[in-house]
């Protein structure tokens, strides 16, 4: 996974996620954790955490609010503004040795909503569950009573693997989806501690230790370009096929860079077929990291002796060159080739060089892919 440092600034945050951020970082928006089971906790917090909860919440019994913000089993990681106002809260009960979190009520103050800040407030909540759970392990209390920076979470931690399971109001499940939530639950360990609501839908969230959630969109765009560039080498999906006049587009085979499956006889369609196979086996060995060696031919200048010794050199752009000429006549033609590459390697390089390691790499992994894809090859065979 790649992580980049905040100062790399590769990757740009949302305009959204920019905004919530500044306003932590000139204390605009500030975190306070408060829970009545702390003897000094900001009591006058609680209740304002109360009121949100209750305006936002309009139809859960106002008594059972105030009961569960101020249980003391009951933690509230609240979002305060510059006049200590509460515009925004997740009060919630850890259960350390089941290794989950319980969110019990969330809510944004209607002025910050639709701004970011509820997608916000998870990606701290996450962060700082963390923290709370890394602190249990550890034998410390909590150790984000206030959290005023957020570099002040560390960014990579590790620790066991850990859920949040809340009881979503049905209106707000695609929040929690967009948070990483899901309806369908496979950690078990919550049953008999959580009581069943009607009106909401049980989701869960798994943390992540190794992914910084403050930077979650940074990890994932620059996961995205790093797909895409990897992409680009082995196949055509960025080019973009312009059409000068649609009217000349009548069948699917007249639109630029579509395969077209129906304007084929069926003789070039078993061509066809056979062709898709070998370029996603070249694809796929080229993806493959110690293919490196056999990208492109073995150059005559930077190793002058090596067309004395191997006769018949073999790479794989030589083979992605066949297969757009539709040299291949049969799927044997092309594992010979394959085949031919890799002895080419072992009878050229010594044994402890990386080469040799490269190519025996690649040979085990081709191997595989061949028997995963018997049966199709077995078909192209008949
Ligand atoms: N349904 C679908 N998607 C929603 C959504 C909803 N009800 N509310 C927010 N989203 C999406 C946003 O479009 C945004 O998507 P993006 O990341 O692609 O831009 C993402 O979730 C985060 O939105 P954000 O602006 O950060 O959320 P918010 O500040 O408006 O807060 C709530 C969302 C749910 C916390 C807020 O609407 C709220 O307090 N509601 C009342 C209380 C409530 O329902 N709590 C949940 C009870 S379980």
């Known amino acids: 996974m790649i992580f980049f440092s905040q100062s790399d600034g590769q990757v740009q945050r949302s305009e959204k996620e920019q905004e919530m951020h500044r306003s932590f970082r000139d204390r605009d928006i500030m975190l306070r954790m408060v829970s009545s089971s702390d003897a000094d906790a900001d009591r006058s917090l609680l209740l304002k955490a109360k009121c949100l909860f209750q305006k936002q919440l309009s139809k859960m019994p106002r008594e059972y609010i105030f009961r569960q913000v101020f249980d003391d089993k009951h933690v509230n990681m609240l979002l305060v503004d510059r006049s200590s106002e509460v515009v925004g809260g997740i009060c919630y009960r850890p259960f350390f040795e089941e290794s989950f979190v319980e969110i019990v009520f969330l809510a944004v103050d209607y002025d910050y ?35 005023d920076d957020l570099n002040s979470f560390p960014e990579r931690a590790a620790g066991r693997p850990f859920y949040i399971m809340t009881y979503a109001d049905n209106f707000a499940i695609g929040y929690f989806m967009k ?6 639950i496979r950690f078990g360990c919550w049953i008999g501690f959580i009581k069943d609501y009607e009106g909401g839908t049980l989701v869960e969230c798994r943390v992540y230790w190794e992914i910084n959630y403050l930077r979650r969109r940074e990890v994932v765009e620059s996961m995205k370009e790093k797909l895409f560039r990897d992409m680009e080498k082995v196949n055509d999906c960025h080019v973009v096929h312009r ?19 129906e304007c084929s006889t069926p003789q070039l369609q078993s061509g066809t077929a056979l062709n898709r196979l070998i370029s996603y086996l070249i694809s796929d060995l080229k993806c493959n990291a110690s293919a490196w060696p056999f990208l492109k031919p073995v150059s005559a200048e930077e190793v002058p002796d090596y067309h004395e010794h191997i006769l018949q050199p073999m790479d794989l752009s030589m083979m992605s060159g066949k297969v757009e000429r539709s040299e291949y006549s049969g799927i044997g033609e092309f594992i010979d080739d394959v085949r031919l590459m890799l002895s080419n390697c072992f009878r050229y390089n010594g ?18 892919k061949l028997a995963f894809y018997k049966h199709a090859i077995d078909r192209l065979a008949e």
Do not use: N, W
């Open 351 to 368: 044994k402890d060089t990386q080469y040799h390691k490269c190519a025996q790499i690649v040979q085990e992994h081709f191997g595989k």
């Open 243 to 261: 059409i000068a006049d649609y009217s000349d587009v009548k069948r699917i085979c007249d639109i630029p860079g579509a395969r077209d499956e």
């Open 113 to 147: 909503q639709v701004r970011g800040m509820g997608g916000f407030m998870m990606d701290l909540f996450k962060e700082s569950a963390k923290l709370e759970m890394k602190s249990h392990a550890e034998g410390v209390g909590c150790s984000s009573k206030t959290v």
């Open 179 to 184: 948070q990483g939530f899901s309806t369908r």
